[in-house]
């Protein structure tokens, strides 16, 4: 399954008057680093993660039809799919009926579901023969996942180069492992 961002988020989930509070920073000279730190970490969170912080669009890629008829979508959480499309071989797009699926949005993670004894069109070309289009993102950011924001940024400015980039402080670790989801090889 391939995943195509197509529409990133317009706003962060924090803004930069809140980084420098929680920073306690007065002076504006570290104001563009500052809002590099928050984009940064927000998308090392979601990478890590599989999650959608703020809102934006993406399109996920499908083969052919799972045999259960459940798609499992790689992204937490889901708010809709917005267009469900099968490719021919000539590359030409069917949409799919809405009626002939449903999105679980409940579930981690969310699931497009085909409706039982629904026919549906099988994809003509070989790869990337179905496409599904979704918006995802949650409609009011978690403070936990705000706060781990901080904590990581609060890191990255005081140890500028001289950590891991891909570690994050044992407290943003604790506040995100809720949404940590366990993986089977």
């Not at 799919?96 to 981690?108: E, G, I």
Request: aromatic residues 8%; contains cysteine; hydrophobic residues 40%.
């Amino acid at each position: 399954m391939s995943s195509i961002l197509t529409t990133p988020p317009s706003v962060e989930p924090l803004t930069l008057a809140e980084i420098k509070t929680h920073l306690r920073i007065t002076h504006s000279d570290d104001d563009i680093f500052l809002s590099t730190l928050i984009s940064s970490a927000r998308r090392m969170v979601e990478q890590r993660y599989d999650l959608a912080v703020t809102q934006q669009n993406w399109s996920v890629f499908q083969d052919q039809w799972p045999e259960d008829g459940i798609f499992h979508l790689p992204l937490y959480p889901v708010q809709s799919v917005t267009d469900l499309k099968t490719y021919g071989d000539d590359d030409g797009a069917a949409t799919v009926d809405p009626t002939l699926y449903y999105l679980d949005a409940v579930s981690r993670p969310c699931r497009l579901v085909l409706r039982r004894g629904r026919n549906v069109q099988a994809p003509g070309r070989r790869v990337n023969g179905i496409e599904i289009k979704l918006v995802a993102g949650f409609t009011s950011v978690p403070q936990t996942i705000k706060q781990a924001l901080l904590i990581i940024m609060a890191d990255w400015y005081a140890n500028r180069g001289d950590i891991d980039p891909g570690a994050f402080p044992l407290a943003a670790k604790l506040l995100l492992a809720p949404y940590a989801q366990t993986r089977l090889a």
